[in-house]
Each structure stands twice: as C-alpha cells, then as structure tokens.
C-alpha cells in the first residue's frame, strides 16, 4: 500500500512555481524578557542557562527580595521567576510588584 501511494505522488505533474506568489515573510517575534531571582548562585545560574534560549531573554538577576523588586520595577521584564523564601525584609505578594 506505502508503494502505491508513493507511486501515485510520484506520477502526478508537478505544478509550475508561480513567480507572482511570494512566500510570506515571518515577521521575528519579541524576545520574552525574562528576570531571576533566587539566593543560592548554583539554581541561579541553573535557571539561567536553561532559559536562555533563542526565543527567550535574561534581562536581569537578583539575590535578594529587595533587589527582585527594584529590578523588576526598573527593567519592566515580562516574566518574574524567583525563590519566594529568600532574605530581605519584604513580604512579596504580586500586587506589591
């Protein structure tokens, strides 16, 4: 049967290519922006080379509450990953962010 269907694709006449018909160009997305944030380097950094990819963007880092909420603040990224149980005096919630 996978025979007779290759055969049956095979000795159909290909169709001219029309110059007229341009392919549409796909327009590049935006880079997600990313920001992490955690207390122990090794899952920073962990987390960092696992996103960090061709679609998304490590636009910063912290390692404290404090510093999490002034950079995210600051550089606006659209995603937040962070540890929730790290030091500094601020109680996180994300209407506080």
Do not use: N, Y
Not at 27 to 36: D, G, S, V
Not at 39 to 61: F, N, P, R, S, Y
Not at 89 to 95: E, F, K, R, V
């Amino acid at each position: 049967m996978a025979v007779l269907a290759w055969f049956k694709l095979q000795s159909q006449p290909m169709r001219p290519a029309r110059p007229d018909r341009e392919k549409p160009k796909k327009e590049a997305l935006p880079k997600l922006r990313i920001l992490t944030a955690d207390d122990d380097e090794v899952v920073l950094k962990g987390l960092q080379g696992l996103l960090d990819t061709a679609e998304w963007e490590i636009c910063g880092e912290a390692v404290d509450g404090v510093e999490a909420v002034e950079k995210t603040r600051a550089l606006k990224p659209d995603i937040v990953i962070m540890d929730l149980s790290m030091p500094g005096d601020i109680m996180l919630t994300p209407s506080f962010i």
